[in-house]
């Protein structure tokens, strides 16, 4: 199965904790986006990344937040200090290049905050 | 920023009917994507469209690109229990194609 994998399914951690989410895109995909999905809400952008570079980190809160799609390995979305509004569903979506629209949605991170 | 709206939240429609849901927007987008989401699960693309009027099948899926690039429609015929889901509208934002997603309709199919 060669589709957008995400680990771990499921987080819980309690505030003050550090989230870390992980994203292995679809093989041949080089372009990973992330995205946050609250209850009864839309996906709402959070940021665009390459391999080894952030392009778009417009939709990232400014603290806490940080991204990374190393060279080699998963897509890292980290979330320091969490706090209960944190509390959502964490997707990202691959792509194989530069303009291309479609993009394909792994199954989600559900981080918990206590 | 561009929005999309998508009305109404829910919809609950008889197993065996046809079901019809709009998305529109204030913005011209030049790209509509149509997603599903089922509980606990990613959303899967059903259909793309890429041209104003284009007219695009997938099965029991039928969707278009407005003509005034302002909105979308989604068509799903004779619904079965499977069908149950989220529907999303998206459509790419900007330079980089980040996704600007409606609020999506929640459809129940009623055996």
């Known amino acids: 199965n060669a589709g957008v994998m995400q680990n771990p399914r499921h987080l819980v951690r309690r505030r003050g904790q550090e989230a870390r989410l992980r994203c292995s895109p679809m093989?041949?995909?080089?372009?990973v986006y992330w995205y946050r999905q609250l209850p009864e809400e839309g996906l709402k952008f959070m940021v665009y990344?390459?391999?080894?570079?952030?392009?778009?980190e417009s939709g990232m809160p400014k603290e806490r937040f940080s991204a990374e799609f190393p060279k080699e390995g998963p897509s890292i979305l980290r979330i320091q200090q969490v706090v209960r509004g944190d509390s959502a569903a964490y997707f990202c979506?691959?792509?194989?290049?530069?303009?291309?629209?479609?993009?394909?949605f792994g199954p989600g991170t559900r981080l918990t905050v206590l | 920023g561009q929005q999309l709206n998508q009305s109404p939240q829910s919809m609950f429609i008889q197993e065996g009917e046809d079901v019809s849901m709009n998305c529109t927007s204030s913005?011209?987008?030049?790209?509509w994507l149509w997603y599903k989401q089922d509980p606990g699960e990613g959303p899967v693309l059903l259909i793309a469209?890429?041209?104003?009027?284009e007219l695009t099948s997938n099965g029991r899926l039928t969707a278009q690109f407005g003509i005034t690039r302002k909105d979308s429609f989604l068509n799903i015929s004779a619904s079965i229990p499977s069908d149950v889901g989220i529907y999303f509208c998206?459509?790419?934002?900007?330079?980089?194609?980040?996704?600007?997603f409606g609020k999506g309709i929640t459809l129940s199919v009623r055996p």
């Open positions: 979506a691959s792509s194989p290049r530069e303009g291309y629209n479609e993009q394909f």
């Open positions: 093989k041949g995909h080089s372009h």
């Open positions: 990344l390459q391999k080894e570079n952030i392009i778009d």
């Open positions: 913005s011209i987008f030049n790209t």
């Open positions: 469209l890429y041209k104003a009027g």
């Open positions: 998206a459509g790419p934002t900007g330079a980089n194609s980040k996704l600007t």
